[in-house]
C-alpha cells in the first residue's frame, strides 16, 4: 500500500512538472543551480565539547605545604571552520572555554604534489606527538617535555601558546608507497616566536621543521629542530630545542617515545641573563584489547634545569590510562598518575576522567 502512494505521488509530481511551462522551469533550475553555488562556498563547520574532572593529592616532607583539590571544568568548548576559495584551504578554530581565543587561522596552497603552502596561526612542526588534538592523543594531557619545551606550557621561556605560532610554512612527501604512505616527509617553517594572537616582540624570525622517515608503514624515525631567540635585556638570547622520536603504530598496537632538549636565555635580574638547559623523555604504550578500548601505560621525565638538580622542577611521572571510544563522536579516557618531584622530596597522585563529544 504504501510503495503504491510513493508512487502514486511521484508520478503526480512528474506531471506536475511537465505542464509547468519552459521559461518557469529555467527560472527555478537557475535558482536551484545559484543555492547549490552558494551552498559550496560554505565552510564546514565541526565543533568539540571536552568536560573534566580532576583530582590530585600533592604530599610534601613539610606538612603545610601539602595541597588536596578536587574540580569539574570545562576543559574546551571549539568551534571549527574548514573550507575552500578557488585553490586555497583555509581553517579557522575558535575556543570558548576559559577566555576566548583564536587557536588556528590559516590558509593553505598545494602548489605541487610534494609542495603544499601553509600560512597563518598554527601548530609548530615541531616533535612527533605535537600534532595530536584532544581527539587523538592517548593520554589526556600531554607530555612534560613537550608542555614545557613546544608552546605550550613553556616553563623557561613563558610562552603558552598550545602548541602554535604565527608564520608561514612549506610541507611534503616523497617516494609514496602502496600502502598509502611515504617514505620521507618535510615540514618546516618561520614563526614570529611569540606564540598566538599577538604581534612579534623582536624582528628576528624563529625556524621549526621536523623530518619523518617511514621504512614501513607503521614505523615512523623523526628529527626536529627549532631556532629561535628571546628578547632580554635589550639583546637576543638563544631558545633553541632538538628532539628525536619514534613512533611504532598498527591496528592494536602503539609504542612512542621522544627525547627533546632545550637551550633558553633567562633573566636571572640585576640586568643580568644567562642560559638554562633543560632536557626530557617519554614511552608511551598502547593496547586495543577491543575495537574500541585501548589500555595505556607511558612514563614521562622532565628537568628544567640540568644544572640545578635540586630545584623544583624535575618531574618524573608514571601513568596508567584507558580510552573507550564507542562511537566515532565520543570518546572516554580516564589517567591515574604518581609524579614525583625533586628526587622524591614532594609526590603527586592525580586522576584525571574527561569525556569529549564532537560534533
Known amino acids: 500500500m504504501k510503495t503504491t502512494r510513493i508512487l502514486t505521488s511521484l508520478l503526480g509530481c512528474f506531471l506536475f512538472m511537465t505542464t509547468i511551462p519552459a521559461t518557469a522551469q529555467d527560472n527555478i533550475e537557475t535558482r536551484v543551480g545559484k543555492l547549490e553555488k552558494v551552498l559550496s562556498r560554505l565552510p564546514e563547520i565541526s565543533g568539540l565539547i571536552n568536560l573534566r574532572y580532576q583530582y590530585e593529592l600533592k604530599e610534601d ?79 589526556i594531557d600531554n607530555s612534560l617535555v613537550i608542555k614545557a619545551l613546544c608552546n605550550y606550557e613553556d616553563e623557561v621561556s613563558g ?71 628571546l628578547p632580554l635585556q635589550g639583546e637576543h638570547h638563544a631558545r633553541q630545542r632538538g628532539g628525536l622520536g619514534v613512533k611504532f603504530e598498527t591496528t592494536r598496537w602503539l609504542v612512542r617515545s621522544e627525547f627533546i632538549h632545550g637551550n633558553t636565555g633567562v633573566s636571572t635580574g640585576n640586568g643580568q641573563t644567562d642560559d638554562i638547559y633543560s632536557d ?61 618531584i625533586n628526587n622524591e622530596t614532594t609526590k603527586k597522585h592525580g586522576l584525571t576522567a574527561q569525556v569529549l563529544v564532537s560534533f
Open 159 to 229: 610562552i603558552k601558546a598550545n602548541g602554535r605560532d604565527i608564520g608561514i610554512s612549506v610541507k611534503g612527501g616523497f617516494f609514496a608507497r602502496p600502502g598509502g604512505y611515504k617514505v620521507l616527509n618535510y615540514h618546516a617553517g618561520i614563526f614570529n616566536g611569540a606564540g598566538i594572537n599577538t604581534t612579534d616582540d623582536n624582528n628576528v624570525k624563529d625556524f621549526s621543521g621536523i623530518i619523518t622517515v617511514n621504512p614501513i608503514k607503521q614505523l615512523t624515525l623523526a628529527g626536529s629542530y627549532y631556532l629561535g631567540s
Open 280 to 340: 626530557g623523555y617519554y614511552a608511551v604504550a598502547g593496547f586495543f584489547i577491543t575495537p574500541a578500548l585501548q589500555l595505556l601505560a607511558k612514563y614521562d621525565f622532565f628537568q628544567k634545569d640540568i644544572a640545578n638538580s635540586t630545584a623544583e622542577v624535575t618531574n618524573s611521572k608514571y601513568l596508567a590510562g584507558i580510552r573507550y571510544i564507542p562511537s566515532k563522536n565520543l570518546l572516554l579516557m580516564a589517567n591515574y598518575s604518581f609524579t614525583s
Open 61 to 139: 616532607d613539610n606538612p603545610y605545604k601539602q595541597q588536596e583539590f578536587n574540580r569539574f571544568d570545562v576543559r574546551r568548548a571549539r568551534l571549527d571552520f574548514k573550507g575552500n576559495v578557488s585553490v586555497l584551504d583555509y581553517r579557522l578554530q575558535l575556543e570558548f572555554a576559559s577566555s576566548p581565543k583564536v587557536l588556528d587561522a590559516y590558509i593553505t596552497w598545494k602548489a605541487a604534489p610534494a609542495l603544499t603552502v601553509q600560512a597563518g596561526q598554527f601548530k609548530i612542526p615541531f616533535s612527533l606527538e605535537n600534532p595530536y588534538g584532544p581527539t587523538t592523543l592517548e593520554t
